[in-house]
DNA sequence: GACCAACGTACCATTCCGATAGGATTTTGT
DNA sequence: ACAAAATCCTATCGGAATGGTACGTTGGTC
């Protein structure tokens, strides 16, 4: 199980402009630079979640994005599904003919997707930001050991 | 999330090798047929669950496959680890000059790959079997009403 | 009206996935 | 002994997805 980078540039970006919240806006290309990502492939993933309703937008000078929300409202599970972009093509529930181990498969999906969904569903933006501060200022005051 | 094809191919051919043990040995290509998948590509996937002693085979004229432990004594997590086969290159762990949004990423992925391995870890080979017995006897009962 | 930044489109490079081809090796059956 | 049968092994390949770039347009600010 692993995050395309779209996914991971996308929570990325989002993270930044919660820390930020309800700060004004903040543009890619400086949200590019701080996380050291590509400028133009993070603004499409930005455009992505702007039309999402996770982002808004102001375009000209002094723009950029922020979030449309606050963090507390904001569902991680949500985020993630809108950057995988999954198409998932129905999986074509045809319920008759099948063979065992296809019935058998389609339970392991069931139960991954089920469990995947449960993690992710049950955690708000706000909750990911307060683990990530945390670890950090654990990180930093360990310097001081 | 979604299996790759190799994974699923190899589940459902354990699958059947389950329904049939403890019985001798099964051919590739009869395996191929019964679960209409392309006889060579299982024949690579067949050898590397073989590789990880999850099969045994037997060369020549009545060879074939078969499980090399009872269903009850395998793991649907290790199994399904085995077949994808991930590289997974270590994730690099230099756990200084994280960004805040790495720290994000990085917790995440550990919370959904905890959640997945619970799921598939919690399963062995005969509750899998057991379970699309059930429905399949399900679904032909549904014939007569 | 000059500049700025989001918006939009098209395209490209590389990697991965699913699959096939063609054989070499080992055992069984006669 | 020999032929058939099956696993075992290596190489390759087409196509799709992924990650990324280039270039231009639209709309807003000073």
Avoid: C
């Avoid at 199980?1 to 996914?7: A, F, G, P, Q, Y």
């Avoid at 004004?24 to 400028?39: H, I, R, W, Y």
């Avoid at 929300?69 to 003919?97: F, Y």
């Amino acid at each position: 199980m692993r995050l395309s980078k779209r996914t991971e540039y996308g929570l990325r970006a989002v993270v930044q402009l919660a820390r930020l919240w309800p700060r004004t806006f903040v543009q890619s290309k400086d949200l590019a630079q701080q996380e050291g990502l590509p400028n133009k492939f993070l603004e499409s993933i930005l455009l992505a979640l702007r039309r999402g309703d996770f982002l808004e937008s102001k375009v000209g000078s002094g723009g950029g994005y922020r979030l449309s929300r606050a963090p507390r409202e904001i569902n991680v599970g949500d985020l993630i599904r809108r950057l995988e972009g999954r198409l998932t093509v129905k999986e074509e529930t045809s319920t008759d003919e099948l063979s065992p181990g296809e019935v058998a498969v389609r339970l392991i999906n069931e139960r991954l997707t089920d469990a995947t969904d449960d993690v992710l569903d049950a955690m708000t933006l706000e909750q990911l930001v307060e683990h990530v501060t945390r670890a950090g200022s654990l990180q930093q005051s360990m310097y001081y050991i």
